[in-house]
Nanobody, 125 residues
Framework: QVQLVESGGGLVQAGGSLRLSCTAS????????MGWFRQGPGKEREFVAA????????YYADSVKGRFTISRVNAENTVYLQMNSLKPEDTAVYYC??????????????????WGQGTQVTVSS
């Protein structure tokens, strides 16, 4: 059993920054690819970023490339999402999840098994 808890969401003006955290408890965090997804109002859940088990490989959706950075500290069982130059269209509930395929380019929601409860990010214009 794996439990994931996100934090760090909030309200920010366009152009601002936020850092999301996802802390895991339970088995097999340090050996797993981890990812971030988001779901905006009236939209489907979409892939944002993923990171390999050792942090050496990252992969991003085109919509966030160059603005968001995913990282992890396995000793702390935590994965981060640094979000810079935020835009109103980044407004969404952000979720972290554990990848079951073992590679960062597996970006479908079905490629992930355990999910956190989500944290709200709101970007005002």
């Amino acid at each position: 059993q794996v439990q994931l808890v996100e934090s760090g969401g909030g309200l920010v003006q366009a152009g601002g920054s936020l850092r999301l955290s996802c802390t895991a408890s339970g088995r097999a965090f340090s050996s797993a690819v981890m990812g971030w997804f988001r779901q905006g109002p009236g939209k489907e859940r979409e892939f944002v970023a993923a990171i390999s088990w050792n942090g050496a490989i990252t992969y991003y959706a085109d919509s966030v490339k160059g603005r968001f950075t995913i990282s992890r500290v396995n000793a702390e069982n935590t994965v981060y999402l640094q979000m810079n130059s935020l835009k109103p269209e980044d407004t969404a509930v952000y979720y972290c999840a554990r990848n079951i395929r073992g590679y960062t380019r597996a970006t479908g929601a079905g490629d992930y098994d355990y999910w956190g409860q989500g944290t709200q990010v709101t970007v005002s214009s």
